[in-house]
């Protein structure tokens, strides 16, 4: 029996499931949810992260962990983490620019936090051992600072839905239509008013699961030091609207289409997320846009230089350059945020 057949199955014997709980079983069902058997990246998978685009934005996060932990007094051991590290290309990116620091690379304890078995294949072809990995940032030993970089790994944490109808906000759910196929509809007990002067047919999200790894990595930057770059599709700002998308080779598809076999994303809370550390007694840097971020980190000067080198290729940096920081492409709906110790001055973000 395959996924749809069995979430069919479980509505049909439970009742209808909330959004976040639909989410969590496409992505992460063990026998067949997406990133736990068929994960596909890439320009020939179903989708394509920054990493992907262009060694220029790896080698760039590498260099700002190296002017992080210079700025934290170049502590010796630190861990280097990275969650949601897809095919190992960011990582691998960062410690070969790296290099350029070789006191970093020695003081780096570096661990990936993976929960799908294919993907920590592919991240062992890139790294070797020259990594550990772990299932969760608490399996990460603490007491040592600690640099994290996650990219693209917020917009797979899964929301809960709200609609607003006209008298009462009720939680959008994934229950089954006259034909006993899956369908989005509302659950009958009403939810305490969310936002009183919001229209009818507003849609709000909130994501317990994106909130709590912003009290998590808080908590443990506040404990032990150090600097977060998160980075992600989403809101600098809180907002309504239904983010949930499903993309399955490039192309956008219902939700409910294909359950384990599309990747489910939504958009990243940022304001939440940062507002969840703070609360921990982490600081938290402005919002900036992943365009504003990397010109400020110097991708023009590391695209000229690459272009110096390869003039041959010049047209196909410049590509490159546009798709990550265009405003009409990755630059302006993508973010870059940072969560850090009280006092220190990550780059990029300095007012």
């Known amino acids: 029996m395959g996924l749809r057949d069995r979430l069919i199955a479980q509505v049909r014997e439970s009742g209808p499931m909330s959004v976040a709980q639909y989410m969590t079983a496409c992505l992460h069902d063990p026998a067949d949810g997406y990133y736990a058997t068929r994960p596909a990246l890439g320009a020939d998978g179903d989708f394509i992260t920054a990493p992907l685009v262009s060694q220029m934005f790896g080698e760039l996060i590498g260099l700002w962990a190296v002017a992080c932990w210079q700025a934290m007094g170049r502590p010796s051991p630190f861990r280097l983490v990275e969650i949601g590290p897809g095919d190992g290309t960011l990582m691998d990116d960062m410690l070969r620019a790296a290099r350029l620091a070789p006191d970093f690379v020695a003081a780096a304890d570096v661990w990936l936090v993976e ?98 790894l912003g009290s998590e990595i808080g908590a443990r930057i506040a404990a032990d030091g150090g600097a977060a770059l998160l980075i992600d599709y989403g809101r600098d700002q809180p907002g309504f609207g239904d983010t949930l998308q499903a993309l399955r080779r490039h192309v956008k598809e219902s939700p409910l289409a294909s359950p384990g076999a599309a990747d489910l994303t939504v958009h990243a809370d940022f304001p939440a997320v940062l507002a969840a550390a703070a609360r921990e007694g982490a600081a938290t840097a402005p919002i900036l846009t992943q365009g504003e971020f990397l010109v400020r980190l110097g991708i023009g000067a590391r695209a000229e230089a690459l272009t110096a080198a390869r003039p041959d290729r010049s047209e196909v940096i410049e590509r490159q350059l546009e798709r990550l920081v265009s405003p009409d492409q990755m630059g302006e709906l993508f973010k870059a945020v940072c969560i850090h110790t009280p006092g220190l001055a990550p780059p990029g973000f300095e007012a």
Do not use: H, Y
Request: glycine share 8%; hydrophobic share 45%.
């Open 115 to 212: 929960t799908s078995a294919p993907l920590k294949a592919r991240q062992r072809q890139v790294l070797g051992d020259a990594v550990t990995w772990a299932a969760s940032l608490a399996e990460v030993p603490d007491e040592a600072p600690m640099i994290l970089v996650a990219n693209e790994l917020l917009d797979c944490l899964p929301p809960r839905q709200f609609v607003r109808t006209d008298k009462r906000w009720a939680e959008r759910v994934v229950g089954l239509n006259d034909a006993g196929g899956l369908a989005f509809g509302l659950a009958g007990a009403a939810i305490g008013d969310l936002a009183p002067d919001a229209p009818a047919g507003s849609v709000l999200e909130q994501s317990p699961a994106q909130e709590a």
